[in-house]
C-alpha cells in the first residue's frame, strides 16, 4: 500500500503507530511511502521509522509534484498480485484493505479496481469534513458527472486498490500530478474497460489538510476537463 507523504510530521507518527498494530496486514504485504520534499520532519520520521519496521519503505522523490505523481512513483515501485493506495492521515480505517483484497480475490467475475465510497450507504463517518469543503467535494462529483467523467459518488476518497492486470494497463496512460489523477484514474479505468466496485468505508477526517480549498478546486476543474479530452482515443482492452 502506498502512502503518500507531504509535509506530515504532524500526522504520520500516529498513523505509523496504528499500522505497526496491525501486523496481520503486512505479513505478506508492505507499506510504502512517497515522501516528497517539503519544509518539515517527515523524511526524517520516514527514515527511522523505516529502521524499525520490516513492512515499510520508503521513496524520497527529488521533485515536489503533487499526491497524483507521488502515487504514480508508488504504484509503479510496487511489485506483487495487488497494491493500491491511502492517505496518511489514515482518514480510511484500515479493515477497508481485507475487505478490497477479498473482493478482488473473489474469483471469475471480480473487479479489478476496488475504490473506498464516502458516500456507500452502509460507510460509517466518525467525523465528517467541513461544510464547505464537503459541498464543494459534491459540486465537483456534480460537474464530473456531467463531464461523464465519474461513475461513482465519490471518486475522492484517498483509498484505491488494484490488481496487477489495471496497474500494468494504467500506469503507463496516468499523467495527472494534481488531486484530480483519482479522477485521471477512473476515467481511463472506464474506457479501458475495467471493473471498478466501490466499497463503504470507516472515514474520519483529518484536520490539516493539504488541499488548498480554492487553487486546488480550480486546478482540478481545469484537470477533469483535460483529462476527459487527452483520454477520448482510449479504448476498451479485451479481458
Ligand atoms: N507526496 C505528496 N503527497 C501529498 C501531496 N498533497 C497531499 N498529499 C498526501 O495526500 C494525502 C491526502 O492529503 P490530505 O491533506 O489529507 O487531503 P484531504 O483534505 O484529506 O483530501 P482528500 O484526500 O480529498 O480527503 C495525505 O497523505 C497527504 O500527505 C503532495 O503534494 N505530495
Ligand atoms: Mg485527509
New binding site residues.
Partial sequence: MV????E?EARLPRTLVALAARPELWTDGEVLL???PGTDATAAIAREACHRHPWLRALFPAV?R??GG?VRAGLAAADGPFAGFM???L?TGLDALPAALARLQAGPGAPDIIIGNRQHPASLIARRQNLLRESMGKAFNVVLRFLGSADFADT?C?FKVFNRRALDLLLPRLTVDG?AFDVEILLVAKRLGLRVEDIPVDWRD?P????RLVRDSLLMLKDAMLIRWRTRHIRPVAP
Fill in positions: 502512502v503518500p507523504a507531504y506530515e512517497v515522501v516528497e515536489h503533487g499526491k507521488a492517505d496518511a492521515d482518514s475522492q484517498g488531486f483529518a490539516k489538510s493539504k488541499v
